[in-house]
């Protein structure tokens, strides 16, 4: 199937719930991988005629898995966006937006986001808004999202993710929010220990590449940025991309 340049837009039901609601988030937890035969045992031959069995000198072949072997083709690609959350607080003043279906461009070229992606994933813009990351079709991205203060004095949250260039080379992205079971390390002194664990509910958008493309697929995400008090003070949104190998 050729990839298309029609424009969709996903949002999840978590997005739309907050939509029809007063704006407000209730707390800082924001979105913040056969037994074989004995050896020993042998058969001895039956003096009587039936079935041939394994005489002493060889060894019963195993049996056939009837489970054909699958090759390892479903990585994924985790990519980390930082954004310096209180440098657009301070810059962006008197021109927030806090309607979801219009957030502030940052432009194209912004200081404000940084993303992060294994090296060996990554084509160009390692650290910058404009990240192009590589993938094989039948692969995954995720996307995880953090400010600089890892979401404590202002937070930030993926809203929505539009697929401006590309449509059908990745399936659509979708917020995903497992709840995983994380060390809780403690420090006394100099020595770091980690004997216990919480419950912490993830976050992240998920899509997979399905059809290869020649020119990159791009993209656009939103995402809402709010104070300690869980207020939304506006939606902002950029645009990276992703390139799709065979």
Known sequence: MPCQGTRTSCCSPATQARRSSSRR???????????????????????????????????CPPPQSQEPAMADTENTANVLVVVDAESIYQTYQGQFSTDPNRPVSLGERTPYIYMFVRQDEMLSGQATDDLTIAVNTNNNIRWRITSLTGNTRYSVALNTCTILRGVGCITQPILIEPTVTVPLPSVNGYQVTVDRFQQYKDAYFQATAVNASETPVSYQFSFALANNDGNILGYFSWDPKISITA
């Open 25 to 59: 988030y209730s707390g800082r937890s924001w979105p913040s991988s056969r037994s074989p035969a004995s050896p020993n045992s042998t058969s001895s031959p039956s003096p009587s005629s039936g079935p041939e069995s394994c005489g002493p000198a060889e060894a």
